[in-house]
């Protein structure tokens, strides 16, 4: 099957990319990271996702995924004071949110569901039938965050963070599996 881009096929069509993303929620502008943003998303995912584990998407690895034409990496914020992020990666029919983290003292403002929402329709524009996440099974507001958004947990995975917490592997059907 032919790669549905990401980040640059969603630029291309025009769709999205004349409307969400420049997209305010409040006082926050939802944008496209940039290489020069790979730091500071670093840095958030360690301190939001990654506390207590091993330190694994370092700046990096966020420039990778940023430069991957399969993957939508999208900041809420100005330069250098990204307030959240999300990681989308696109293979097929399937959409994979591989990171998604609000700063604390931007929570409970809107940010986060605003972002959320954001990759959903880039997420249907790229053709995706369904969005799969993981979250830390201890991380309740996450999960409740996720459930409350349509996201069905759908399998307890023990140790599957650095073979030392649980997570739970949750699921949101876009269109249904039959459809084409």
């Known amino acids: ?3 549905r881009g990401g980040r640059r096929g969603l630029r291309d069509s025009g769709t999205l990319a004349a409307t969400a993303c420049a997209a305010m929620i409040s006082h926050q502008t939802l944008r496209f990271a940039t290489p020069h943003d790979a ?11 990654e506390t207590g584990l091993p330190w694994t998407w370092r700046a990096p690895r966020v420039r ?3 430069a991957d034409p399969d993957t939508n990496v999208i ?4 330069p ?38 954001w990759l959903e329709e880039a997420a249907r524009a790229a053709g995706a039938r369904r969005i799969r ?16 958004r349509g996201y069905h947990e759908r399998a307890i995975v023990p140790r ?10 949750l699921e949101k059907w876009l269109r249904p599996a039959d459809a084409a």
Not at 87 to 108: G, K, N, T, W
Not at 133 to 148: G, I, L, P, Q
Not at 160 to 169: I, T
């Open 39 to 49: 730091g500071a998303i670093a840095a958030l995912s360690r301190d939001e996702i």
């Open 160 to 169: 599957m963070y650095s073979g030392r917490l649980d997570g739970v592997r």
């Open 80 to 117: 250098g004071a990204v307030a959240a992020f999300g990681l989308m990666y696109y293979a097929d029919d399937d959409a994979h949110l591989l990171l998604f983290a609000v700063r604390r003292s931007q929570q409970r403002r809107g940010v986060g569901s605003a972002l959320l929402q």
């Open 133 to 148: 996440v993981e979250a830390r099974m201890d991380n309740d507001a996450a999960r409740s965050f996720y459930n409350e």
């Open 1 to 3: 099957m032919a790669r």
């Open 75 to 78: 900041v809420a914020g100005a």
């Open 64 to 66: 990778h995924a940023i």
